[in-house]
């Protein structure tokens, strides 16, 4: 690392103790800057990259709850608001008993150049709680949202900051949410929130759009090397919302997607994963990826191993952060890989992405190849302010053309800096350029 960056590297790791994911997030940018500080001294010189690691505002609030047998229960509840220089405050919220604010903090500061790149005005920001969706009833739920809503709404607004799902939070929870903003506020404000029901505000599109932004951030990489999807063999970890769209997306444009998971273990089936199975498993009955296998014939569960130990061309990590490591690396790769993309925010640890990286494996960093969700957020935000709603059609063609041009800007940055094919550079530089910019743009603020 460049001694500056390694100064202000140095600076985050003393300033946030223990923050093992944050300091992860932050040295795969930094690895990518030294060539643009060189070029541009005004970066240093205005302490961009010290300002851009400090979040604007970082919230922690008690949230307060009581569950079906009448116990008092408490969880800790997050908003970091990183970066508004490019619009209001934007990024999921994640309930998931691992939260705390490290993992807030890596994926807010990722959400702050994946927002740039989209080409939307729309800052960085991440929220949360370390509350388990999956170990509470369906009331529970509800009266966890509203406890954790009854904190949050003073933070919140169409031009101050706009939450949407992330692992945990999906259309239940955004219905609970939104809900509860609309009772304390007394306004039937849209733009509050993203990921909404189509009834009440949602965009066409929204639910599919990370998944299938990643197979067609996918299919252009795949054509810049001169193949195609049609007939490859993929696998898909995780079977939440981006997992799930990925595998209809890749099946659509005529791959086989032979495998998934969830954190119970993963299947493999060789006829090519009925998505229509998956989704009643996972998203009606709510049950773990076992059921899926003991209701196909074609599909094996395993518990052992890891599913990157299945011979693909095409590898999706779609569940969350550090599940590729450095041996699953090298089994895809031995298995020749063609393509890595990031569906999940920061799936790859450090050690696996350098493995795919040394072996040529062409590699797609999440915030580039997953920046479909918020960019359709995005959209969902100009809906909602124009009190319209488009068709399935036209909202896809958008996030499709949306991909064309992250794919493009990031390949193009990454050929300006000499290194062709290299997206976690082209991607880094693109997304912190336009970032940087406009913080010396607004002065010391
Ligand atoms: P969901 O909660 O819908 O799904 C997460 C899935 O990952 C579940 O199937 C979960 O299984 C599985 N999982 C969790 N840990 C592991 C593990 N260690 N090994 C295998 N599977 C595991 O979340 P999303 O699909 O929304 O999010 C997935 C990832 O994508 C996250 O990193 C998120 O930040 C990122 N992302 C999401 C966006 C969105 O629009 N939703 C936008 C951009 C990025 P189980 O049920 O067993 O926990």
Redesign the pocket.
């Known amino acids: 690392m460049d001694t500056q960056l390694q100064k202000v590297y140095d600076q985050v790791l003393r300033r946030n103790p223990g923050e093992v994911e944050f300091h992860q997030a932050v040295k795969e940018v930094f690895d990518s800057l030294g060539p643009v500080l060189r070029k541009r001294p005004e970066y240093v010189e205005g302490a961009v990259l010290s300002r851009i690691c400090e979040p604007e505002r970082q919230i922690i609030f008690r949230v307060p709850w009581v569950d079906d047998a009448g116990r008092v229960r408490i969880n800790r509840g997050f908003r970091v608001e990183y970066s508004s220089v490019l619009g209001p405050y934007k990024g999921?919220l994640?309930f998931h008993p691992s939260v705390y604010l490290g993992i807030i903090k890596f994926?807010g500061f990722e959400q702050i150049f994946k927002n740039s790149l989209t080409g939307m005005p729309i800052g960085g920001a991440k929220g949360g709680a370390d509350f388990d969706p999956?170990s509470a009833s369906e009331a529970e739920v509800m009266r966890f949202c509203q406890s954790f809503m009854t904190e949050l709404y003073r933070h919140l607004g169409e031009h101050t900051d706009v939450p949407?799902?992330?692992?945990?939070v999906?259309g239940r929870e955004i219905g609970y949410l939104f809900g509860q903003y609309k009772r304390i506020t007394n306004r039937h404000e849209s733009g509050v929130l993203t990921?909404k029901g189509l009834t009440w505000g949602g965009s066409l599109v929204r639910t599919e759009?990370?998944g299938y932004g990643v197979v067609y951030f996918v299919n252009e990489m795949m054509q810049e090397i001169g193949r195609s999807l049609e007939g490859a063999r993929v696998a898909v970890?995780?079977?939440?919302?981006?997992?799930i769209y990925a595998i209809e997306k890749a099946q659509q444009l005529g791959a086989t997607v032979v495998a998934c998971?969830?954190?119970?273990g993963?299947v493999v089936d060789e006829r090519g994963i009925d998505v229509e199975l998956l989704k009643h498993v996972?998203e009606v009955e709510r049950e773990?990826?076992r059921c899926y296998a003991d209701r196909r014939d074609s599909a094996v569960f395993s518990d052992r191993g890891s599913?990157w130990q299945v011979p693909v061309e095409v590898a999706l990590p779609?569940?969350?952060?550090n599940?590729l490591r450095e041996e699953d690396a090298r089994a895809l790769v031995a298995n020749r890989v063609a393509v890595v993309a990031e569906?999940?925010?920061?799936?790859c640890t450090p050690a696996a992405t350098a493995v795919l990286q040394e072996a040529g494996v062409n590699f797609a960093p999440?915030k580039a190849s997953?920046a479909g969700?918020?960019a359709t957020s995005a959209l969902e935000m100009q809906q909602n302010a124009a009190r319209d709603s488009w068709g399935f059609a036209e909202t896809d063609a958008k996030l499709q053309e949306i991909m064309h041009d992250i794919h493009d800007r990031c390949a193009g940055t990454a050929e300006e800096y000499g290194q062709p094919g290299n997206y976690i550079l082209g991607a880094n530089i693109a997304g912190f350029t336009k970032v940087a910019d406009a913080v010396i743009a607004m002065g010391v603020v």
């Open positions: 999921g994640r994926l999956h949407a799902g992330d692992i945990g999906g990921g759009a990370t970890s995780g079977s939440g919302n981006v997992a998971s969830d954190s119970s993963y996972k773990r990826i599913i779609c569940a969350t952060q599940e569906g999940a925010n920061m799936p999440g997953n969700g918020v």
